[in-house]
């Protein structure tokens, strides 16, 4: 240890000689216990405490339950990218890497989320999204009359898109007409699909405040589409995997006898 640093670490009361703390005028006559500390050094990084509730994982993928109010990634501090790493377990395979959402939901949607947890398992769970390949099913709460089932399509960023709707129970509301529980089934994935396909029917999703109808956008409570289950066959496994969230309580609480 050189001086400089010697008298830094005596400053810093980082040296003890027989258990107590050194300085400049302590006299060493040998045989003395000298014990140097060194201090772990700070993170400065910042990190994100948020609790996610996982719903399964192994060592390649893992699939939890995205809350609303949240993206999954971006600049932002506080996305789901930033607070996976507190809430799954580290891959043990060669290949183990930060782990990564393979899909996303918007910020204000709920529901199940796929991860993967290694390099391969990433490359190949993409793949499976771009040849459709996994099956992805949501609930959402609509506005208006429309029909028991049907499919729209349109033209979204300069590509084909597709969704398929059925609709499960209705109800009427005092300021929205009818409210529809509809189960949806997008055939395709581009950005806001779901959302911009209800709002061309004439039938937005309740709380939507980009594609909803002016006068009838519910403020304060959040947007009404919930990432119901998740279908597909595991990339290493090849077991039939399908995974399914608990429709949130604010869509019980409009239509009071779905579970």
């Known amino acids: 240890m050189t001086k400089s640093a010697l008298k830094k670490a005596l400053k810093k009361k980082y040296i003890s000689v027989n258990g107590a703390i050194a300085t400049s005028a302590?006299?060493?006559?040998?045989?003395?216990?000298?014990?140097?500390s060194v201090p772990k050094t700070p993170d400065?990084?910042?990190?994100?405490?948020?609790?996610?509730?996982?719903?399964?994982?192994?060592e390649q993928i893992a699939v939890i339950r995205?809350?609303?109010?949240?993206?999954?990634?971006?600049?932002?501090?506080?996305?789901?990218?930033?607070?996976?790493?507190?809430?799954?377990?580290?891959?043990?395979?060669?290949d183990a890497t930060r782990p990564q959402?393979?899909?996303?939901?918007?910020?204000?949607?709920?529901?199940?989320?796929?991860?993967?947890?290694?390099?391969?398992?990433?490359?190949?769970?993409?793949?499976?999204?771009?040849?459709?390949?996994?099956?992805?099913t949501y609930y959402a709460i609509t506005i208006g009359?429309?029909?028991?089932?049907?499919?729209?399509?349109?033209?979204?960023?300069?590509?084909?898109?597709e969704s398929k709707y059925t609709r499960i129970t209705s109800v009427t509301s005092r300021k929205f007409g009818k409210l529809n529980l509809i189960l949806l089934q997008p055939k395709t994935g581009r950005k806001h699909q779901l959302r911009r396909h209800m709002s061309q029917l004439g039938n937005p999703i309740l709380g939507d405040k980009d594609y909803g109808i002016e006068g009838l956008i519910l403020k304060g409570k959040g947007l009404y589409l919930h990432a119901y289950s998740l279908k597909f066959i595991h990339p290493f496994t090849n077991e039939e995997m399908h995974f399914k969230d608990e429709i949130p309580q604010r869509f019980k609480k409009i239509f009071v006898d779905v579970k």
């Open 66 to 94: 995205k809350p609303a109010g949240i993206l999954v990634s971006g600049n932002s501090f506080k996305t789901i990218v930033n607070a996976l790493a507190q809430n799954i377990i580290k891959s043990k395979l060669a």
């Open 101 to 136: 959402p393979v899909h996303r939901l918007d910020y204000a949607t709920t529901g199940i989320l796929l991860v993967g947890k290694t390099s391969s398992s990433i490359r190949l769970l993409n793949k499976m999204f771009e040849h459709k390949k996994i099956e992805k």
């Open 145 to 161: 009359e429309m029909d028991v089932s049907g499919k729209t399509t349109s033209t979204i960023d300069g590509k084909h898109s």
């Open 26 to 36: 302590t006299y060493i006559h040998g045989g003395e216990t000298i014990r140097v």
């Open 44 to 58: 400065s990084r910042k990190k994100l405490v948020l609790k996610l509730k996982v719903l399964f994982e192994d």
